[in-house]
């Protein structure tokens, strides 16, 4: 398996365009998860889906912000209108206790 | 409820040992580690599903200590490729919470 496949690999856009991160998980994971990591605030999680059902989406910071599943082989990430504070790496991650990290999309804002 | 690690930072020279910490203010079921190098996406290290669970991952190993809430993290003999950032993880549910990290550095 090639394991879980983020795009684009980095995005640079200016304020206030509409961001799209997308995650191909890896076969038969049941969970895919959202992380998103900055300096100031770690690894955060921000949404979760079990069989492609969002579970949880405490994490997601504000409306800007969504999140589909909508077959078990892709999800989406949407920040509109993106911001500038929104810069950060974006981590998909598929798995139950041990979770595979896709190598991530660093988003920059300006 | 995230857990806390400590130390912040562990600076050591190859061949010598380390141990990180990680606890919590809940109940934990499971702890999990993760090891990410600069730039690169986190890695998986080991899972504790049981409270007095101890596992290894050539010199590397955990305890997961339930009544405490706590769970350690062993490097031993460590080697210049340990470098980099450790996490411990949460799991309640399904929903993961990570601590802060850890970022150990290994010198020649």
């Known amino acids: 398996d090639a394991g879980v496949i983020q795009s684009p690999r980095h995005e640079v856009t200016e304020m206030g365009q509409e961001v799209t991160l997308r995650c191909k998980p890896i076969s038969g994971h049941d969970y895919l998860f959202w992380y998103r990591q900055t300096m100031m605030r770690g690894l955060e999680l921000l949404i979760y889906?079990?069989?492609?059902?969002?579970?949880?989406d405490s994490g997601m910071p504000e409306d800007r912000f969504s999140a589909k599943m909508p077959n078990a082989s892709f999800s989406t990430l949407k920040i509109q209108p993106s911001e500038p504070r929104d810069s950060a790496v974006y981590f998909c991650a598929s798995g139950v206790a041990e979770q595979f990290f896709g190598p991530g999309t660093r988003l920059t804002v300006l | 409820q995230q857990p806390v690690q400590s130390p912040q930072a562990v600076i050591l020279r190859e061949g010598e040992d380390a141990v990180i910490n990680c606890s919590s203010s809940k109940a934990l079921y499971s702890v999990h580690w993760y090891r990410q190098k600069h730039g690169e996406a986190p890695v998986f290290l080991m899972i504790l599903l049981k409270g007095g669970e101890q596992k290894g991952h050539e010199k590397i190993s955990a305890s997961f200590n339930e009544k405490k809430q706590q769970s350690s993290l062993y490097l031993t003999a460590s080697q210049l490729s340990y470098s980099g950032t450790y996490f411990c993880?949460?799991?309640?549910?399904?929903?993961?919470?990570f601590g802060d990290g850890t970022t150990l550095t290994v010198k020649p």
């Open positions: 889906f079990n069989n492609n059902v969002p579970i949880d």
């Open positions: 993880g949460t799991a309640d549910a399904g929903k993961s919470t």
